[in-house]
């Protein structure tokens, strides 16, 4: 049974980098299953379904732009995994480039290459 992924990205630089994500779920060979769960709208108990989300999940991939390091609901988002103990890894969006951790990722957290036979062992586990 695939694993199901909640994605955290920064909505007003990496929008694409989730639809990209989406798009390589859909691979016939994917370990992984994306229910678009991201909150448009803010709203007061945005962070509660936001954790209702996160909770229902396997695992939760954050996408690693030029600005992640300044999204506090990326940072926010990362948290509540780690409250809630759902694993999670910090993938980098873009090639050639270095995206920068959340505010709340540990100094231990890798930022892992995007390729994909990578992206389907780690949704597998290995990091």
Request: glycine share 8%.
């Amino acid at each position: 049974m695939p694993k199901r992924v909640f994605i955290s990205f920064d909505y007003d630089y990496d929008k694409a980098l989730k639809d990209f994500l989406i798009g390589q779920a859909r691979h016939p060979d994917s370990p992984f299953e994306i229910h678009d769960w991201s909150i448009k709208e803010a709203s007061p108990d945005w962070k509660a379904k936001a954790r209702r989300r996160i909770r229902a999940s396997d695992i939760v991939i954050v996408m690693c732009g030029d600005h992640t390091d300044t999204a506090v609901g990326v940072a926010i988002e990362l948290e509540i995994a780690q409250e809630e103990g759902v694993e999670y890894f910090l993938l980098n969006g873009y090639s050639g480039k270095t995206g920068k951790k959340p505010t709340t990722a540990k100094a231990s957290d890798k930022i892992y290459k995007w390729e994909w036979n990578a992206l389907k062992a780690l949704v597998g586990g290995a990091r």
